[in-house]
């Protein structure tokens, strides 16, 4: 499944930069996600638990992760295994960070690949859901780390959990809201 998404940070891009080169830290702003080792060369291990309605896949895996500051772009790849579900992810995410009035824009592009039992109960429309919950838990995270007056403040600010039957229960009802949106907003 292919994602594509950009939002804006209220900071400038320097801090932001300095936010998505601290990978350690950034994780705290996934949903889910725990760095249990630090291999040194960008190469990390951890844990993503994910909630696709009647099931919960941990996923134990590695990423590494590339940057490249001149550029302020990064490539981050991924892969990890369930073991008592079955199921198996892979993910290969580029970003990019560009400098604008209001602060810094951030662009994701990400390739994710389910398999087994995950892939089942991850319909696209469930998926696409819950990478944008993800996604805005993220940047609501990431601003408040950014926002935050010293380090130690912003070291202890986690994402919160994404809850799986709360994604079920917005996914099903999300086109009904987007319908009376676009209803009301025209009139």
Same mark, same amino acid.
């Given at each position: 499944m292919k994602i594509t998404d950009t939002f804006e940070v209220s900071s400038d891009i320097t801090k932001v930069w300095e936010a998505f080169e601290n990978v350690p830290d950034l994780a705290h702003c996934l949903p889910g996600a725990e760095l249990t080792e630090d291999h040194g060369d960008g190469r990390y291990s951890g844990r993503v638990e994910t909630k696709l309605g009647p099931i919960t896949a941990n996923f134990d895996g590695e990423a590494?992760?590339?940057?490249?500051?001149?550029?302020?772009?990064?490539?981050?790849?991924?892969? +990890?295994?369930?073991?008592?579900?079955?199921? #198996?992810?892979?993910?290969?995410?580029?970003?990019? /960070? %560009? *400098?604008?009035? =209001?602060?810094?824009?951030?662009?994701?592009?990400?390739?994710?690949?389910?398999?087994?039992?995950?892939?089942?109960?991850?319909?696209? +429309?469930?998926?696409?859901?819950?990478?944008? #919950?993800?996604?805005?838990?993220?940047?609501?995270? /990431? %601003? *408040?780390?950014? =926002?935050a007056p010293t380090a130690e403040s912003a070291a202890a600010i986690h994402a919160p959990e994404v809850k799986g039957l709360s994604l079920l229960f917005s996914s099903m009802f999300a086109p009904i809201t987007r319908f009376f949106k676009r209803l009301f907003g025209r009139g």
């Amino acid at each position: 499944m292919k994602i594509t998404d950009t939002f804006e940070v209220s900071s400038d891009i320097t801090k932001v930069w300095e936010a998505f080169e601290n990978v350690p830290d950034l994780a705290h702003c996934l949903p889910g996600a725990e760095l249990t080792e630090d291999h040194g060369d960008g190469r990390y291990s951890g844990r993503v638990e994910t909630k696709l309605g009647p099931i919960t896949a941990n996923f134990d895996g590695e990423a590494t992760v590339e940057s490249d500051a001149a550029a302020r772009t990064g490539t981050m790849t991924g892969k +990890g295994v369930d073991r008592r579900g079955g199921s #198996r992810a892979q993910l290969k995410l580029n970003y990019s /960070l %560009e *400098a604008i009035d =209001a602060g810094t824009r951030v662009t994701i592009d990400a390739d994710i690949t389910l398999s087994g039992a995950a892939a089942q109960f991850g319909r696209i +429309g469930l998926l696409q859901e819950m990478t944008g #919950r993800i996604i805005n838990e993220f940047v609501h995270c /990431l %601003e *408040a780390k950014l =926002a935050a007056p010293t380090a130690e403040s912003a070291a202890a600010i986690h994402a919160p959990e994404v809850k799986g039957l709360s994604l079920l229960f917005s996914s099903m009802f999300a086109p009904i809201t987007r319908f009376f949106k676009r209803l009301f907003g025209r009139g």
